[in-house]
T-cell receptor, first 111, second 117 residues
Framework: QKEVEQNSGPLSVPEGAIASLNCTYS??????FFWYRQYSGKSPELIMS????GDKEDGRFTAQLNKASQYVSLLIRDSQPSDSATYLC???????????FGQGTTLQVKP | NAGVMQNPRHLVRRRGQEARLRCSPM?????VYWYRQLPEEGLKFMVY????????ESGMPKERFSAEFPKEGPSILRIQQVVRGDSAAYFC???????????????FGPGTRLTVL
């Protein structure tokens, strides 16, 4: 079983729609959860961090965490073509803060 | 520019040569992480360093790879006797002092694209 799992996609949504990205993780001891966006040929860019169960909103982005279900999600409202990228779910492992990444979900927002 | 800096951005080496990748963390950050992204694969943790200390090298290949973060200067990831399988994007990330509860946001540099001929 992979430590962090994401559906590779591609996930295709029309412009203006809500994109929903999901991630599950295996380590119950993980405490910190992150979403990164990576455009092709570029480096990962941090877009959301979440540490407690529930929702966290930042602009058009909402991260949701459910530790009991070991599930993290990212909602992108009013999706724009510029949101087209690969979204990486990352989870801390152990007590050094190292990140374990999922394979990423490719999002395509069609005009 | 207060972001994470990496150089070179692109590096071409022939098999058997050495590759040295440099990373300067964001101002005020004392923690450096190195990750590797092989073509069509995900990001994999390699090593975590603080100044003059290797904290976690559980992701480093056993041979040919080493890392350091000296008291002065950038962190260096060194690959000796490179092979074609080392061709990848190598990213450095930095974070501030760990807070209680293991919270730390990591910010990535632009990466070094290593090509081994």
């Amino acid at each position: 079983q992979k430590e962090v799992e994401q559906n590779s996609g591609p996930l295709s949504v029309p412009e203006g729609a809500i994109a929903s990205l999901n991630c599950t993780y295996s380590d119950r001891g993980s405490q910190s959860f992150f979403w990164y966006r990576q455009y092709s040929g570029k480096s990962p860019e941090l877009i959301m961090s979440i540490y407690s169960n529930g929702d966290k909103e930042d602009g058009r982005f909402t991260a949701q965490l459910n530790k009991a279900s070991q599930y993290v999600s990212l909602l992108i409202r009013d999706s724009q073509p510029s949101d087209s990228a690969t979204y990486l779910c990352a989870v801390t492992s152990g007590n050094t803060g190292k990140l374990i990444f999922g394979q990423g979900t490719t999002l395509q927002v069609k005009p | 520019n207060a972001g994470v800096m990496q150089n070179p951005r692109h590096l071409v080496r022939r098999r058997g040569q050495e590759a040295r990748l440099r990373c300067s963390p964001m101002k005020g950050h004392s923690h450096v992480y190195w990750y590797r992204q092989l073509p069509e694969e995900g990001l994999k943790f390699m090593v975590y360093l603080q100044k003059e200390n290797i904290i976690d090298e559980s992701g480093m290949p056993k041979e040919r790879f080493s890392a350091e973060f000296p008291k002065e200067g950038p962190s260096i990831l060194r690959i000796q006797q490179v092979v074609r399988g080392d061709s990848a994007a190598y990213f450095c990330a930095s974070s501030p002092q760990l807070r209680t509860g293991n919270y730390n946001e990591q910010f990535f540099g632009p990466g070094t694209r290593l090509t081994v001929l």
